[in-house]
């Protein structure tokens, strides 16, 4: 089976045209080495694929004959992504969700204040 349409079939990628753009990019890598998308997968490879700034790692169990459901995923892979990889990017995301979900338009006048505030602060220390 192509590495992109593994890719494409255990759901790391929405479109076989994504998975392979992203082994075009050099964003995959099979057996530590970078994978053009008509690379071969064979069961016991170890592929490698950095997504949403993390590197993710897996080890191909069995070939999916098509796509397969998200609870199906785990028969055909093994996830030895770190978990601190994982942890991290559950801190970034939860950061950007802190302050204002996204696209809930545009700043309150209290945000404009703070803004405002926050700029005259730093005016203020550099003309000193």
Known sequence: ???DKYLWAT???KTRSQAAAACKGGTVKLNKASAKPAKDVFVGDEIS???NQIT???RVIDLPKSR???KLVDQYRIDTTPKEDIE???QIRSTQQYYRNKGLG???KKDRRDI???FDKNNKQEDL
Do not use: D, H, N, Q
Request: proline share 4%.
């Open 116 to 118: 405002e505030e926050f």
């Open 1 to 3: 089976m192509r590495i």
């Open 88 to 90: 991290s990017l559950k």
């Open 106 to 108: 545009r700043p309150t």
């Open 56 to 58: 993710y790692t897996l």
């Open 11 to 13: 759901r790391y990628y």
């Open 49 to 51: 694929l950095r997504r």
């Open 68 to 70: 397969v459901g998200a």
